[in-house]
Each structure stands twice: as C-alpha cells, then as structure tokens.
Nanobody, 126 residues
Framework: QVQLVESGGGLVQAGGSLRLSCAAS????????MTWFRQAPGKERDFVAA????????YYADSAKGRFTASRDNAQNTVYLTMNSLKPEDTAVYYC???????????????????WGKGTLVTVSS
C-alpha cells in the first residue's frame, strides 16, 4: 500500500531553519505531484507548497514564498521542504501529500489529495 513518511520536524528558534523529508513507497512517485500542508492547533489544514512531477515547477502559499523551498528526488522517491527564517507562526504539524493533478487550484485543496502522510511536528520558539 502507499506510504508517505515525513521526518525532520523538531524544535527550532525563530530565525532558524529545518529541512523536512517525505519518503514515499507503494506508488509510482514520478506520476504524482507532491504537496506540503500544515495544520496548527485548532486551525484548518493549509496549503504550504507543491512541486510538480519532475520537480521543475513549484507553487507556494504566500506565507512560504521566499522562505520555503520544495524539492524532490525521484530516484529516491523523496520530497523535501527546506524552511528558512522560521517564525513562531510556522508552528504546526506538517504533512506531505501526493496528488496526480498539477492543476493550480487542485494542488492547493486538501480534499483533492490522493494520499497523505501522518505528519511531523515543527515548533518554532520565539
């Protein structure tokens, strides 16, 4: 079965950096765009970033632009989210997800995702 396993979360001070990884198995990785969402306590799951099937295209939420970078290694079936200049408001559980479509609005919609990981917690202290 399909598994997406996130790692790399943790506690970091404001201004610091983290690199999240998401290892995929049980699917043809290059057939899927990969996305990152996050969910803070008591809030909805929000889109953060998406990267296209080959890694040549990306989309970012406004909150992530200029600070976060999505990348992928199709040989390793892994997608990454490098987060710099972290802020306390970035504190959340970060989820990776896989979706076949690369449509602009589709990759931003959590209900449209085909598969989800279980998430990794990122805590940014002030």
């Amino acid at each position: 079965q399909v598994q997406l396993v996130e790692s790399g979360g943790g506690l970091v001070q404001a201004g610091g950096s983290l690199r999240l990884s998401c290892a995929a198995s049980g699917l043809t990785f290059s057939n899927y765009a990969m996305t990152w969402f996050r969910q803070a306590p008591g809030k909805e799951r929000d889109f953060v970033a998406a990267i296209g099937h080959s890694g040549g295209s990306t989309y970012y939420a406004d909150s992530a632009k200029g600070r976060f970078t999505a990348s992928r290694d199709n040989a390793q079936n892994t997608v990454y989210l490098t987060m710099n200049s972290l802020k306390p408001e970035d504190t959340a559980v970060y989820y990776c997800a896989a979706v076949r479509s690369w449509a602009y609005f589709t990759v931003r919609q959590a209900p449209a995702m085909d598969f989800w990981g279980k998430g990794t917690l990122v805590t940014v202290s002030s």
